[in-house]
């Protein structure tokens, strides 16, 4: 049997607002809720049945988080602290407790936040842009109201992502990254900021892989109070007994119960002996959505939807085969660095303990009589060779030592975290080049080269595509002009990280324009090799400059022809002005040139070209005489 739900959830709408309108008392039972109370059973057996199983495939992860947890953040999971459970314990009353005992030197901890700031800064940056959107299609010609509609979308975008909680999201959600290899985030839709992002804890979490071994849906187990669960799901929605609670009110609503959710592919649920499938969500969804009160039969799910397209993103550090967690982050390979330190730096405590406050050897005598150990005092004893003695002497020798295997350890676990990739400008010395910080950086991020793709695919195109369908849904979209009708869209990176791995590029580009500057000086013509524009607009979008900083190539052409004419124009204007006067000047000065005989040049020269004297043996004009 498909469900129908609407296209809203109620969680999408959830606020104060909504929780102050809701009923004091519940509404009372539909009376056909019992043939949906049965499917609905049915469907949340599949759910329970599943999820149990993700957790005995999770075990062997969870343990290993454990003790990351123990060691760099315990804080993160409430419920790895408590022993390693593998589920949510309501009503616990532990959230507060010192549960980081185990850390007495925090440099994992402390590399760890520069690393994932580090890594969040590169490639999902608050304060500058990290993504550009462009044609799909190679050496596509976009032309000016193409280029215009891009750079309206990507603001309407940073815009989305700057008002909502995208980026406190992506913050934690690195942090889990760089400790645990996996950094799943929930993005839904949401009435009043347009996206609501959140990301689940270390240890409630379960991540279905798909054939392509990249994750297609997501479990967790969670808790709730009485009062989240009505404002987040309903009144009507929640089973009886969380309604007696919230019409008790008072210290009622502070009672705490598990929450199951899921998100899978949108399949019919069916086994034999079924009167038939349930579970699919009506309307072409290809992800549903379920969340219910873990472990207990209800009439009905608190919640049920479906989506177009994965409303999650869980990037991985590494991934070994179809593992659904990943392997190998800088939590996972620093744990060994990091055991090792805190063992350390406790023997350095307590050999200097030992040094200063050594144990200490005493005679029988001096049993229940006054003794002092602080300086100065003095203790009465009748054999002065029989007085309080050190047990062992302890060399303090040995504090160098360890010491400087304690700094050999931090090093590592730095190196481990990239703390000088991160790091590189504060500890650049002062006769470092700009060129030699940039070759460094540019080295070491070859390592984070496999996890900057990684982070792409899993983590920023899904999570911009997801912004974007929400964006679709809700028509904030600009209405594209007709150039770009059927063109596919592209999502390229711009970051921090992104533009230091492209800078090879760009640097290729302008030693190519230097090696062309020097054979000029030589060989004038090589400068007829460069495609000049093609190469300044690529190199330009390399760097990621606005299309508005640059001219297009129909605007380019028009100004150059605008320029040809002006400069042809003025040609005409300097030889009106300049070179008429001079030839008016130069014919006066030709005329008044005597040439003997009583002729000017002029006459001369007219009659030379018959016009009529000024020839030799001619007749001049006017003077009677005839032809010899």
Not at 468 to 478: A, G, H, Q, T
Not at 570 to 588: F, G, H, I, S, V
């Amino acid at each position: 049997m498909a469900v129908s739900v609407g296209a809203v959830a109620r969680y999408e709408r959830a606020s104060p607002f909504l929780l102050a309108m809701e009923a004091a008392r519940a509404p009372p039972p539909r009376s056909d809720r019992r043939m949906a109370s049965e499917e609905w059973n049915r469907e949340r057996t599949h759910y329970e049945a599943r999820l149990m199983m993700q957790r005995a495939w999770r075990f062997s992860f969870l343990q290993h988080w454990v003790l990351i947890s123990e060691y760099v953040d315990p804080r993160r999971s409430l419920w790895l602290s408590q022993g390693g459970v593998d589920q949510p314990v309501p009503n616990a009353m532990v959230r507060g407790l010192p549960i980081n005992q185990a850390i007495v030197d925090p440099t994992a901890t402390y590399a760890r936040d520069i690393c994932a700031a580090g890594m969040k800064e590169g490639l999902m940056s608050s304060s500058r842009p990290w993504f550009k959107f462009k044609p799909g299609i190679r050496n596509f010609e976009l032309d000016r109201a193409g280029q215009l509609w891009y750079e309206e979308l990507e603001d309407r975008v940073y815009t989305i992502l700057a008002e909502s909680n995208f980026y406190d999201a992506a913050t934690q959600m690195f942090r889990d990254l760089v400790t645990f290899a996996t950094g799943p985030m929930l993005i839904y839709e949401d009435d009043e900021d347009i996206i609501n992002c959140l990301c689940p804890v270390v240890g409630e979490y379960f991540i279905i892989i798909g054939s392509k071994f990249r994750p297609e849906g997501l479990s967790r187990l969670y808790v709730l109070t009485v009062s989240q669960m009505v404002e987040e799901f309903g009144l009507a929605a929640c089973p009886a007994d969380v309604q007696t609670l919230w019409e008790q009110k008072g210290a009622s609503l502070e009672r705490e119960f598990i929450i199951a959710h899921t998100i899978e592919p949108n399949f019919p649920i069916e086994r034999e002996g079924d009167p038939g499938p349930v579970g699919v969500v009506k309307g072409g969804f290809t992800y549903r959505e379920c969340f219910w009160v873990w472990g207990r039969a209800s009439d009905g799910p608190l919640s049920r939807r479906g989506f177009k397209d994965l409303p999650f993103i869980a990037p991985r550090w590494a991934v070994n085969g179809n593992d659904p967690y990943g392997t190998s982050s800088p939590g996972m390979i620093s744990l060994g660095d990091v055991m090792q330190l805190q063992q350390e730096t406790r023997r350095k405590a307590e050999l200097l303990e030992k040094v200063v406050r050594p144990p200490l050897n005493a005679p029988m005598e001096l049993k229940n009589q006054p003794s002092s150990m602080l300086p100065g005092h003095l203790n009465y004893t009748n054999d002065p060779s029989k007085g309080i003695q050190p047990i062992i002497k302890v060399d303090p020798q040995g504090l160098p030592g360890i010491t400087e295997d304690i700094k050999e350890i931090q090093a590592r676990i730095k190196a481990g975290y990239y703390h000088d990739l991160f790091l590189m400008i504060a500890q650049a010395t002062k006769d470092m080049t700009a060129y030699e910080v940039a070759q460094r950086q540019q080295e070491k991020l070859t390592v984070l080269g496999p996890v900057i793709d990684r982070v792409q695919n899993e983590g920023g195109s899904l999570a911009l595509k997801r912004v974007l369908s929400i964006m679709m849904r809700k028509r904030l979209i600009p209405p594209m002009p007709r150039s770009l009708i059927g063109v596919p869209m592209q999502i390229e990176y711009i970051g921090m990280l992104y533009v230091a791995q492209k800078a090879a590029r760009t640097a290729s580009t302008e030693r190519f324009v230097e090696m062309v500057e020097k054979v000029a000086g030589v060989h004038n013509e090589a400068v007829d090799v460069v495609n000049w524009d093609e190469m300044l607009i690529d190199y330009a979008d390399d760097l990621s400059v606005s299309h508005k900083a640059v001219n297009d190539k129909d605007t380019i052409g028009k100004i150059r022809k605008m320029r040809a004419q002006a400069a042809q124009q003025a040609k005409a204007e300097q030889t009106a002005t300049t070179t008429l006067p001079a030839m008016a000047d130069a014919a006066k000065s030709f005329g008044s040139v005597d040439v003997g005989g009583g002729q000017n040049a002029a006459q001369m020269m007219l009659g030379a070209l018959g016009g009529g004297g000024g020839a030799a043996g001619g007749v001049v004009p006017g003077s009677g005489a005839s032809p010899a």
